[in-house]
């Protein structure tokens, strides 16, 4: 059966990974599944036949026969139990994977969001650069956690998972602001996670599409 993703038709961030689409691919990659990419406008995202698939219109979404889905948790996690690579078999270890994936997201990737609106909606706004030590404040204080939690280790737990996949996902996004590099051993993290070679198929094809549509 056919794999169809959605990704933007032009990326804002020019496709450097940003993109959530970014987290689908490198799980399709990892687990060696080729798929599809049908690529959406910002105004097509907003249409009928794009909100049947996604209630928020946003990309990305997955398709595979009668099945349709969003949110990269869900997807990721979708692929991860169908296809080995991504999922520990010990049913302990996997269920810990799955604890990091949701720790990325519902956890680490909030403050993350939340430094990436005060900087690019908010930025503007008279209060906004009182605010933004605290906002800046909220992202350290999890890093803080985060970092000796992973210690010297290579992945989060054992061997590299759809949890590490996620968390390298989240944690890459704050790069441009300075913060990963006040933590040397999450940076190490990400740079591990960015240099997977499904990790760089996935950035190569998102960024060609990207490059192709300038
Ligand atoms: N929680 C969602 C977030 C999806 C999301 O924010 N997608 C962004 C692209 S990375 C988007 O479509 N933004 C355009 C919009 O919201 O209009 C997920 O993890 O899939």
């Given at each position: 059966m056919t794999i169809i993703i959605t990704a933007f038709e032009r990326s804002p961030d020019g496709g450097?990974?940003?993109?959530?689409?970014t987290r689908v691919r490198w799980a399709l990659e990892e687990v060696g599944q080729p798929y599809e990419v049908r690529l959406v406008s910002f105004q097509a995202m907003k249409e009928p036949a794009h909100l049947a698939l996604h209630p928020f219109g946003q990309i990305p979404t997955y398709e595979e026969g009668d099945l349709a889905l969003f949110e990269t948790g869900a997807i990721v996690l979708h692929i991860a139990e169908r296809h080995?690579?991504?999922?520990?078999?010990d049913a302990n270890a996997r269920a810990r994977a799955i604890t990091w994936l949701f720790a990325a997201l519902n956890t680490v990737e909030p403050p993350i969001l939340e430094l990436a609106n005060a900087k690019l909606?908010?930025?503007?706004?008279?209060w906004s650069e009182e605010r933004m030590p605290l906002v800046r404040d909220r992202v350290r204080d999890r890093l803080k956690q985060l970092c000796p939690r992973l210690g010297?280790?290579?992945?989060?737990?054992?061997?590299?998972?759809a949890g590490d996949l996620m968390m390298v996902s989240v944690l890459l996004r704050l790069r441009a602001s300075g913060?990963?590099?006040?933590?040397p051993g999450l940076a190490d993290y990400v740079a591990r996670g960015e240099a997977r070679p499904a990790y760089k198929r996935a950035f190569d094809s998102q960024l060609a599409v990207n490059t192709a549509s300038r």
């Open positions: 450097k990974g940003l993109a959530r689409d080995a690579g991504l999922l520990p078999d909606l908010e930025g503007d706004r008279p010297d280790a290579e992945w989060l737990d054992g061997a590299f998972s913060l990963l590099n006040e933590f």
